[in-house]
C-alpha cells in the first residue's frame, strides 16, 4: 500500500539537542511539506519542497531545517534554536502543484521535551 | 495527535443522527476547500473537497456546502456512526503563488451509541 511513514512515532529532546524527524513517501508525489499542529489551533506550515533538491520556508520555520536530497525523502531537523519544540509534527505529500489535489498525511511523530 | 481535540468545539450527536459541522473561512479569494477527518494520534484523512465554482458536492454519507457570500463551509455527515467520531477540520486554499493552504482549527465530534 502506498502512503507516508513517519517515524518514530514519540521522540524526546533534551536541552541544547538537534533531533530529526524522519518523513518517507512511496506515492511518488513531488511536493512535501512539513506541519506542527498545537491544541487548540490549525496546523502550521514549517517547510515545504515542491520538488527535489529545492525547499522553501513556511510561516515559522525559525529554528528548524529540512532536506530534500530525494524525491521520497523529507527530513525535519528541530534544532536547540527551537525554544518551544513541544508538538505534534506532521507530514504531507501531494502529486504536484495541480490546484485540485489534497495533501496526503503520515500519522505524524509527537515531540516532547525531556 | 491525543491533544489535538482539546479546547476544541465539540459536538455530540447522537448515533444515527446527522451532523452538521461548520467552519469559516477567511479569505475570500480562496479558490479550493477540503474537509479533514483526524481520529486520536493519527494523521488528518481526506473526506471530501469543492471547488468554488460549486456550492454543493456529495459524497458516500457525506455532503459539503459553500457559501462564498458569507465565506462558510460546513460538512454535513449523514446517519453519523461511532467510526465518525474525531476532530473534523476545514482547510481553504488560494491558488495564487504556491498554493497558500490555511487550516482551521477544528471540531470535535462525538458520537453517542
Known amino acids: 500500500d502506498g502512503g507516508i511513514t513517519q517515524s518514530p512515532k514519540y521522540l524526546f529532546r533534551k536541552e541544547g539537542q538537534n533531533v530529526t524527524l524522519s518523513c518517507e513517501q512511496n506515492l511518488n508525489h513531488d511536493a512535501m511539506y512539513w506541519y506542527r499542529q498545537d491544541p487548540g489551533q490549525g496546523l502550521r506550515l514549517i517547510y515545504y519542497s515542491q520538488i527535489v533538491n529545492d525547499f522553501q520556508k513556511g510561516d515559522i520555520a525559525e529554528g528548524y531545517s529540512v532536506s530534500r536530497e530525494k524525491k521520497e525523502s523529507f527530513p525535519l531537523t528541530v534544532t536547540s534554536a527551537q525554544k518551544n519544540p513541544t508538538a505534534f509534527y506532521l507530514c504531507?505529500?501531494?502529486?504536484?502543484?495541480?490546484?485540485?489535489?489534497?495533501?496526503?498525511f503520515g500519522d505524524g511523530t509527537r515531540l516532547s521535551i525531556l | 495527535g491525543e491533544s489535538v481535540g482539546l479546547h476544541l468545539p465539540t459536538l455530540s450527536v447522537q448515533e444515527g443522527d446527522n451532523s452538521i459541522i461548520n467552519c469559516a473561512y477567511s479569505?475570500?479569494?480562496?479558490?479550493?476547500f477540503i474537509w479533514y477527518k483526524q481520529e486520536s494520534g493519527k494523521g488528518p484523512q481526506f473526506i471530501i473537497d469543492i471547488r468554488s465554482n460549486m456550492d454543493k458536492r456529495q459524497g458516500q454519507r457525506v455532503t459539503v456546502l459553500l457559501n462564498k457570500t458569507v465565506k462558510h463551509l460546513s460538512l454535513q455527515i449523514a446517519a453519523t456512526q461511532p467510526g465518525d467520531s474525531a476532530v473534523y477540520f476545514c482547510?481553504?486554499?488560494?491558488?495564487?503563488?504556491?498554493?497558500?493552504?490555511?487550516f482551521g482549527t477544528g471540531t470535535k465530534l462525538q458520537v453517542i451509541p
Open positions: 504531507a505529500s501531494k502529486p504536484g502543484t495541480g490546484i485540485r489535489q489534497p495533501q496526503h
Open positions: 482547510a481553504e486554499i488560494y491558488s495564487g503563488g504556491y498554493q497558500k493552504v490555511t
Open positions: 479569505n475570500s479569494a480562496s479558490d479550493y
